[in-house]
C-alpha cells in the first residue's frame, strides 16, 4: 500500500506541472478533474492503511503479538495436515 501511495503521489505531482488544461494521457479529461480522482485515491488508501493499523494495533492490545499469531497460525496448519508456507 505504501508503494501505491508513493505511486498516486508521484501521478499527481505529474499532472499537476502539466501545462495542458485537458490531459491526452486520461482521455482529455480536464486537469482538475483528473486532481480530484488522483487526490480522492489518496485518500481511500491512507483510509485503508489506517484500517490496517487501526487492526494490527487491537491484535496486540488484545494479547497477541506478531510471533504468538505465527505461532497459532502454524499450529493450526499442522493440527489440520496442511503446509503452512506454499
Request: with cysteine.
Amino acid at each position: 500500500m505504501k508503494d501505491e501511495l508513493e505511486e498516486l503521489y508521484a501521478e499527481l505531482d505529474e499532472v499537476k506541472s502539466c501545462g495542458l488544461e485537458y490531459l491526452p494521457k486520461y482521455g482529455y479529461s480536464s486537469k482538475e478533474d483528473i486532481i480530484q480522482l488522483i487526490e480522492e485515491d489518496i485518500r481511500e488508501v491512507k483510509k485503508a492503511m489506517n484500517k490496517r493499523l487501526d487492526s494490527y494495533a487491537s491484535r496486540i492490545s488484545s494479547g497477541y503479538t506478531e510471533d504468538s499469531l505465527e505461532e497459532e497460525r502454524t499450529s493450526l496448519c499442522i493440527s489440520q495436515g496442511l503446509s503452512r508456507y506454499c
